[in-house]
C-alpha cells in the first residue's frame, strides 16, 4: 500500500469505500456517516501510543462505534420543537425533560457542595471557576498570598471530587 493511502495503518479507500456505508447505515445519513468517520479517525489519531495498533482496522471499528454511542447520546438530551405554522418543519431543538431533570439535580448537589465550603474557599472557588480570574488575579483582589489562593482551589476541587465519588458509589 503507498503511503497516499494509509493513514496510521489504516487503508483510507477501506474506510472511505465499506466502512463508511455501515457507518451510513447506522447513522441513517450520509453526512453524520462522515462526520463519524473523521472524529473516528481524529480519535485514533490521538492515541499515545508505543507501539503501533496491531489490528488499525479492527480498532477503528470499535472507535466508530463509540463516537455513534456518543452521538446518539448527546442527541438524545434534545427534542424537536415544531414549527409554529404546523408545517412540520423544524425550527429549532430544547433540552428534553430528562436531561433539564439531570441538570437541575446536578446544581442542586453543586450548590450542596459549595455551601459546605469555608466562605473564603467558596469565594475563591467562585472567582476562579466560575468568574474565570487567574490565581494571581485573585490573590490580588482578596488581598491575600497566591499559596493560600491555590489551597483554596485545591480544598474546593477535592472536596467536590469527594462528593462526586461518594455520590457515583
Same mark, same amino acid.
Given at each position: 500500500?503507498?503511503?497516499? %493511502? %494509509? ?11 465499506? $466502512? $463508511? ?33 496491531? !489490528? ?5 471499528? /470499535? ?15 434534545? /427534542? ?6 404546523? %408545517?412540520? /418543519?423544524?425550527?429549532? !431543538? ?11 439535580? =446536578?446544581?442542586?448537589?453543586?450548590? %450542596? ?7 473564603? !474557599? ?6 476562579? !471557576? ?10 490580588? =483582589? ?10 483554596? /482551589? ?13 455520590? $457515583?458509589?
Amino acid at each position: 500500500m503507498s503511503a497516499m %493511502t %494509509t493513514w496510521h495503518g489504516v487503508d483510507l479507500r477501506w474506510a472511505y469505500a465499506d $466502512l $463508511l456505508g455501515g457507518i451510513q447505515r447506522r447513522t441513517g445519513c450520509v453526512h453524520r456517516a462522515h462526520d463519524v468517520l473523521h472524529d473516528s479517525l481524529v480519535r485514533m489519531a490521538l492515541v499515545r501510543r508505543d507501539t503501533p495498533i496491531p !489490528c488499525p482496522h479492527a480498532y477503528l471499528r /470499535v472507535v466508530v462505534g463509540n463516537v455513534i454511542a456518543d452521538r446518539f447520546k448527546d442527541e438524545a438530551r434534545w /427534542v424537536e420543537l415544531p414549527d409554529e405554522e404546523g %408545517t412540520g /418543519v423544524v425550527l429549532e !431543538c430544547a433540552p428534553s425533560a430528562e436531561h433539564v431533570a439531570e441538570l437541575n439535580q =446536578r446544581l442542586r448537589f453543586m450548590q %450542596t457542595i459549595l455551601d459546605c465550603l469555608p466562605p473564603r !474557599c467558596r469565594e475563591v472557588f467562585w472567582f476562579f !471557576c466560575v468568574e474565570g480570574y487567574t490565581q494571581p488575579e485573585i490573590a490580588a =483582589r482578596l488581598g491575600i498570598s497566591l499559596k493560600i489562593v491555590e489551597r483554596h /482551589v485545591a480544598r474546593a476541587m477535592l472536596d467536590i471530587r469527594a462528593a462526586r465519588q461518594e455520590m $457515583l458509589a
